[in-house]
C-alpha cells in the first residue's frame, strides 16, 4: 500500500514539474545556508579554541602602564616592571611558573640571500613553559644562556619556511642586528593569535642576549611578565596578591593608580569563545528563517494542489479510500519534496563551505551533525506544514467534491 502510494505520490509531482520544482527551490535554498552558517559558525568556533590552547592556559599577562597619573597630572611612559618584580612573584602562593620577557618591535632577519622581518623576544627559559609550547627541532636554551647572553635562538615555523626552507635549521647562523646567532632549535606550531598576529613569525633568545646586544638595555627592564597559576581556581587569589606586590615593590600609594597592568587572558579567551558561540547560534538563527519559508512554500502549493484535484478526491472516496488514505497520501507528497529539496540543499551546503574555505581562507567545518541536524529540521518543516493541506483534502465532502468543477 505505501509503496502505492510512493509512486502516485511521485507521479503526482512529476505531472507539475515546474511547480514541484519551484516548492522544493525554498527548502533547498533553506537546507543550504544554514548548513553553510553552520560550518561557519563551527569553523569560528574551531579557530577560537586552537587560538586558546596556543596561548597556553591560566595565565596572566603583567605589563607596564603606558601612563601614570599623580595629583592629577599624567604622565605617559609609567615606570618599567623589572626581572626583580618577576623573582619576587615566585613567591607567591598558587603560581606555577613566572616568566619575564621583553618584546622589541620586529627586526630584520638576514640568512645567505634570505630577509625576513620577524617578531624578536627575550625571554628565560620558563617562557616555553607559561606558554606549552615545545620545541620539535633541536634543544632549548637554558638558564646558563640566558647568565652569560650566549648569541643562540629559537625560530618558530614561519620564520623557518622564510629563512630556510627546506633547509635543516638547527645549527645554521642567521644575522639579527648584524650579530650572529646560531640555531637552537626549532618551535612547535602555534597558528595565530586572538588578536590576528601569527605567533609563529617568531625568534626567542635569551633576555640578557637581548637586553645587553641586541638593543642596549641595561638595569633589568623588561615589558612582560608571564604567569602562570596552578589551576584555575586560584586566578583570583594570584591577581589580587599580584597586585599588592607590585603596588608595594614601585612604592604606590593609597588613591595612586596602577603603574602596571594584569591582563587575564583565560577570561579573555573565556569571552572570545562565548562571542564565536553565540555568532554561531546567531548564524544558524538567520539562515533557519529560509527553512521556515521553505516551508510556507510547500504549504502554499500544496494548498493549491488540494484545489486542483478535488474532483480526484472525490472519486477515490467514492471508489472507498478512507479519510487515512487521503491523508497519507498528500502527506507524502510533502515529505517528498522536502527530502529531495533537503538533500539538494544538503550537497549546495557542502559545496559552498568548500569554496569559503578555499577561497575566503576561513576555518569552515562542515560536519555531519550539522547536516544530520539540518536534515531532520526540513523534514520536520515538511511534514508540519504539508499537514494542513492534507488534512484539508482528507476531509472533504465526497459528494461535494464530486461537483467540484
Known sequence: MLSAMLSEAWHAMGANRLRSALTMLGMVIGVGA????????????????QSISAMGSNLFIVSASLSTSAAGVRKTGGTKITVADAEAMKELPGIEVVAQSLHPAPVQVIRGQNNWSSSIIGAVPEYLDARS??????????????????????????????????EEPIGKVVRIKQQPFVILGVLDLKGQSLDGRDQDDSIIVP???????????????????????????????????????????????????????????????????????????????????????????????????????????GIRMALGAREREILTQFLLEAIIMSVI??????????????????????????SVDSAVIAFGVALTVGVFFGFYPARKAARLDPIEALRYQ
Not at 137 to 146: I, K, L, P, Q
Not at 264 to 283: F, I, K, P, Q
Request: positive net charge.
Open 34 to 49: 544554514v548548513v553553510l552558517m553552520m560550518a561557519v559558525g563551527e569553523g569560528s568556533q574551531y579557530a577560537v579554541r
Open 133 to 166: 609550547w615545545d620545541v620539535v627541532d633541536g634543544a632549548r636554551f637554558t638558564d646558563s644562556d640566558v647568565r652569560a647572553g650566549t648569541r643562540v635562538a629559537l625560530i618558530g615555523q614561519t620564520v623557518a619556511g622564510k629563512l630556510f626552507g627546506n
Open 207 to 313: 633576555l640578557v642576549t637581548a637586553q645587553r646586544k641586541l638593543f642596549g638595555q641595561t638595569g633589568g627592564g623588561i615589558n612582560m611578565i608571564m604567569v602562570k597559576a596552578e589551576s584555575q581556581e586560584v586566578m583570583p587569589a594570584v591577581e589580587n596578591d599580584m597586585r599588592a606586590l607590585l603596588r608595594q615593590r614601585h612604592r604606590l600609594r593609597e588613591g595612586m593608580e596602577n603603574d602596571f597592568s594584569i591582563r587575564d587572558l583565560t577570561a579573555t579567551a573565556n569571552t572570545a569563545a562565548e562571542t564565536a558561540r553565540v555568532m554561531s547560534m546567531l548564524l544558524g538563527s538567520i539562515a533557519s528563517v529560509s527553512l521556515l519559508v521553505g516551508g510556507i512554500g510547500i504549504m502554499n502549493i500544496m494548498l493549491v494542489s488540494v484545489t486542483e484535484r478535488t474532483r480526484e478526491i
Open 341 to 366: 529539496g533537503c538533500l539538494i540543499g544538503l550537497a549546495l551546503g557542502a559545496l559552498g563551505a568548500e569554496l569559503v574555505r578555499r577561497f575566503g581562507q576561513t576555518t569552515v567545518i562542515f
